[in-house]
């Protein structure tokens, strides 16, 4: 570091105001520039929807399975859930939809 004496130091220099800030938009110009939330549905989701009410799928929906899922819950906790045959079909459908 060179140092050249007082020559090099500045003066006082001048102290600026804050920089401007925009005036806030009234409710009326942000709604009339900012535009809505949409959803797109398919046609195909549309019209499932329809063929559930129709044929009142929406209200038929089963209950869980309670014995079910007690059984399944006991078989893991003993290990006999996982078989060669289960990872085989499993194995099998993930490569069905993986390659497709």
């Known amino acids: 570091m060179r140092i050249q004496g007082p020559a090099n130091v500045h003066g006082a220099q001048p102290i600026n105001g ?3 800030i925009d005036s ?3 409710a009326e110009e ?3 520039t900012s535009q809505a939330d949409q959803l797109d549905i398919s046609h195909e989701a549309e019209l499932a929807s329809k ?3 129709l044929s009142g799928q929406v209200q038929d929906i089963p209950d869980v399975r309670a ?4 059984s399944i819950r006991e ?3 003993q290990g006999t859930y996982e ?3 289960k990872l085989d ?3 099998d459908r993930f490569i069905d939809e993986t390659s497709s």
């Open 30 to 32: 942000t709604t009339a």
């Open 51 to 53: 063929v559930a009410e």
């Open 83 to 85: 078989t060669e045959d």
């Open 75 to 77: 078989a893991i906790e």
């Open 67 to 70: 014995d079910r899922i007690a």
């Open 18 to 20: 804050p920089h401007q």
């Open 24 to 26: 806030a938009k009234s």
């Open 89 to 91: 079909i499993a194995l």
